[in-house]
């Protein structure tokens, strides 16, 4: 049934990756560059030719909203669904570690600012967590139904 709590947090966790890659990770201010770090790309305004990728970050970020998407529809198979949700935490969890990695390798310059998708992970995190235990009550309200029987 598509109508359950598990489909609310898990659509939220799609929508939220997928906004992440609209928002900066951090702002550095120099003395004659200001650089946006976002997940596509970091570009330095002033400074010409110098751009770096973090597309494992990017394709990570797919990776999480199409677990995401595909778990809402596994609402008949809750075991394969509790997976996807253990899968994308785990994802997430690599994410969140790449990002904090990135940030402290960029980190060294005194004017930073952290943006709104450094904060994101995080919240997909909980938002996947829910999801699962959501989908584990149903399986064991499930198979008490079925014992009763």
């Known amino acids: ?4 709590i598990q489909t609310l947090w898990l659509f939220l966790a799609m929508v939220l990756a997928v906004l992440m890659y609209f928002f900066p990770v951090m702002e550095l201010n120099s003395d ?3 650089m946006i770090y976002s997940y596509e790309a970091i570009s330095f305004a002033g400074i010409s030719g110098l751009i770096q990728t973090g597309y494992i970050i990017a394709g990570l970020l797919g990776l999480i909203a199409i677990f995401s998407f595909i778990a809402i529809f596994l609402y008949k198979k809750r075991s394969l669904q509790m997976r996807f949700c253990t899968v994308i935490s785990l994802l997430d969890i690599f994410l969140v ?3 904090v990695i990135f940030s402290f390798n960029q980190a060294k310059n005194p004017g930073i600012t952290i943006g709104l998708s450094a904060i994101l992970p995080l919240i997909i995190f909980i938002l996947v967590l829910m999801a699962r235990r959501a989908v584990r009550r149903d399986d064991l309200l499930v198979k008490a139904a079925d014992r009763i029987r």
Do not use: A, D, V
């Not at 049934?1 to 359950?4: K, N, S, V």
């Open 1 to 4: 049934m598509i109508q359950r």
């Open 32 to 34: 004659n560059s200001f």
């Open 97 to 99: 570690i790449l990002i």
